[in-house]
């Protein structure tokens, strides 16, 4: 009741790698030398390896935002046509980008905590063969909801649009096969999954989006991608990089490496399903629809704001939980189980949560909610132990 740690349970920033921590002690380099050159060469081998594509990944200092618009300002011309499927406060976010670059966009919109489906991504681009680009959130994080992107990509690929995905939140915590999928631009952040924290944006750009590059007249200058792809040829980023996440990257990336991209996608499946479970067992009921594997959104109880809940997270433990955003706010409260997160974090969430709303007079049975996540832990570690002992 005394001491109480901070405890980062958030979808972003996640918490961080304590070896990529460690590693960032060491940023005294100057980002013109050939130690330099090293570190990048091999940070921009691992992002490929681990990200499973051979298209060129480029390392931008931005948030992830800055991302999203290096691939409006790259790839497309003002004036051109977009399609953009929005699910939520971040799918909002491509309309804005849009707006801002002159470019005129049709909306697939589905309402927070639903997922726009492949077949309206079809039916539009029949509908209309002008679209230059399609653009959606792999994963949909202010409503906890995850899209089809592999259909999607298959409806994309019979035309000439490209495919932007926004995946922040989906690297290492949903499959997503670049190459094989036809995802021509695919966008993370450092703080997520990786582990380290923010100020890096990841951009793979395939082969078909260069292309579009060479006649696309969208204002640019920090966020010239061929020139960082020019430069990156060279084992130099094309402006003044950020040494300290750069150093911290490489070694979430030996992490990843070691551990297997599968295995962290599973880490974080397995934690959703424990806490989708344990939220039912809890009498909660989910938000989302196509729940995802980054967070899980959870209605507040009846009559309750879920500000409470975060508040009460906050004073009894701690700990730092998000509220709904926009309209959502004191509607929903999410719990995030990507990158550094275990089963211990995942234990002592719910048995937190439990005493939150026991003390808020909700009729609580301790140990309920908890349970249920003992028993996905269970069948998991059962069932890898069948295996290894075959």
């Known amino acids: 009741m005394y001491i109480k740690k901070q405890r980062l349970l958030t979808p972003g920033p996640t918490p961080l790698l304590p070896a990529a921590l460690h590693a960032m002690m060491g940023s005294d380099i100057h980002h013109r030398t ?66 801002a670059f002159g470019m005129p966009a049709t909306i697939l919109k589905a309402e927070y905590g639903n997922a726009v489906s492949p077949q309206q991504v079809e039916e539009a681009l029949a509908a209309n063969p002008n679209f230059k680009g399609v653009f959606v959130q792999a994963s949909e994080t202010s409503t906890g909801t995850q899209h089809d992107v592999k259909a999607m990509g298959a409806a994309v690929k019979k035309t000439d649009a490209l495919f932007i995905v926004d995946a922040i939140t989906g690297v290492g915590t949903m499959p997503l096969d670049i190459d094989g999928w036809g995802l021509d631009v695919v966008i993370g952040g450092s703080q997520k999954a990786f582990m380290i924290p923010p100020g890096l944006a990841f951009v793979a750009v395939s082969g078909k989006a260069w292309a579009r590059a060479d006649v696309a007249t969208a204002p640019r200058c920090y966020f010239d991608l061929k020139r960082e792809r020019k430069n990156a040829a060279g084992g130099e980023s094309a402006w003044t990089p950020n040494t300290s996440l750069l150093l911290a990257l490489a070694e979430a990336l030996r992490y990843i490496k070691a551990l297997g991209m599968d295995n962290l996608i599973a880490n974080a499946q397995m934690l959703a399903e424990a806490t989708r479970e344990a939220m039912k067992a809890l009498g909660l009921q989910l938000f989302s629809s196509s729940p995802g594997s980054s967070v899980t959104a959870v209605r507040a109880p009846k009559g309750m704001d879920s500000g409470v809940i975060i508040k009460e997270f906050r004073n009894r433990f701690n700990a730092i939980i998000t509220n709904g955003q926009g309209s959502m706010k004191g509607q929903i409260f999410r719990l995030a189980h990507l990158g550094y997160f275990d089963f211990h974090d995942l234990f002592a969430v719910v048995a937190e949560l439990e005493i939150i709303l026991a003390g808020q007079g909700l009729p609580v049975r301790f140990g309920s909610g908890v349970a249920a996540v003992q028993n996905v832990y269970a069948e998991a570690a059962l069932a890898k132990e069948a295996v290894l002992t075959r």
């Open 34 to 99: 050939e130690d330099f050159r090293t570190l990048y060469k091999g940070v921009l081998a691992d992002l490929k390896e681990v990200l499973g594509t051979a298209n060129d990944v480029l390392i931008l200092v931005a948030s992830g935002t800055g991302g999203l618009e290096a691939s409006i300002q790259n790839f497309f011309s003002p004036g051109d046509e977009l399609l953009i499927c929005t699910a939520g406060k971040f799918g909002e976010r491509w309309i804005e980008l849009a707006k």
